[in-house]
């Protein structure tokens, strides 16, 4: 597009301001209020905003390049708009659909202001491609926000699932449940260490009831936890090794000869209790 044709473009959507965002906050806003994730006058002030940031950017740009330094306000907005959104629950087609929606009203101002088919023809791809770009833009901002929502949240739930309890004065226990991989198994390190440095306590319980297999990695990774808290002055006690366990254990060749195993998580505060020199005494029957 020439730049008599981009500066007329830029005048007259500017001259159509008012009406330009009457018209688009009528089309979209019930597609925006539809799912209720946002009130009305926050979507509001999201159209206005944005249309301001473009209209002002378009007529000082001496380019339709919506990647080029002169659009940056732009893409602030929709950066920071569509982080907004990821956090609500707006789905990628929603918060693009925020920009797309805008060609609607921009080419019926275009057909009324160009008369010229040809004319009309050039600045209406120009404008298709630079909201096409900035929409592009906006998902691909929103699905990297969304991504990093979801890895936050599991590792919350990591830290959720790996609780290090105090069982007694220097004993902790650790129950594990579900599948243990590398990055969980960093995770339960971390909490088990931290937690033998708060409490200064000298043993721990590892209870694998709830660990559905145990394969050579998952072994593996036992061996290292107990092995980091024998460097951090604790000793460890493995307890819930059912029979299958046991078998596979034994199949696999996994050297458990230097830690305490247990069948059950009861057998193993016991021998947990007589290491500290703890009893306990069931209270006499009252007559």
Not at 11 to 40: F, K
Not at 170 to 196: H, N, Y
Request: glycine residues 4%; negative net charge; hydrophobic residues 45%.
């Amino acid at each position: 597009m020439n730049p008599p044709e981009r500066t007329r473009l830029a005048d007259v959507l500017n001259q159509h301001r008012d009406a330009l965002l009457a018209d688009w906050v009528r089309l979209h806003l019930p597609i925006a209020l539809r799912r209720g994730l946002a009130m009305e006058a926050e979507i509001r002030e999201q159209f206005s905003t944005f249309l301001k940031a473009f209209l002002d950017t378009l007529a000082k740009s001496d380019t339709l390049d919506a990647s080029r330094p002169d659009w940056e306000p732009v893409r602030v907005f929709l950066a920071d708009m569509s982080a907004h959104r990821a956090r609500q629950g707006f789905t990628p087609a929603e918060t693009a659909t925020f920009v797309f929606s805008l060609k609607q009203p921009l080419y019926a101002r275009l057909r009324q202001s160009f008369t010229n088919p040809a004319e009309l023809a050039e600045v209406s791809w120009a404008v298709n491609m630079l909201i096409d770009e900035l929409g592009l833009y906006t998902t691909e901002v929103f699905q990297k926000n969304r991504e990093a929502i979801i890895a936050r949240q599991q590792e919350e739930l990591l830290e959720l699932s790996t609780p290090v309890v105090q069982l007694w004065e220097g004993i902790l226990a650790l129950p594990l449940i579900g599948t243990l991989d590398s990055s969980r198994t960093q995770v339960v390190m971390e909490s088990l260490l931290q937690k033998i440095v708060d409490t200064g306590a000298g043993l721990a319980i590892i209870d694998i009831t709830g660990v559905p297999t145990v394969d050579t990695l998952v072994a593996q990774h036992l061996l290292k936890t107990v092995a980091a808290a024998r460097l951090m002055g604790a000793d460890c006690i493995i307890s819930g090794i059912r029979p299958q366990i046991a078998q596979t254990i034994v199949h696999l060749g996994v050297d458990l000869t230097n830690v305490i195993t247990k069948s059950t998580l009861a057998d193993a505060f016991v021998i947990a209790l007589q290491r500290t020199g703890s009893t306990i005494v069931k209270p006499k029957a009252t007559a």
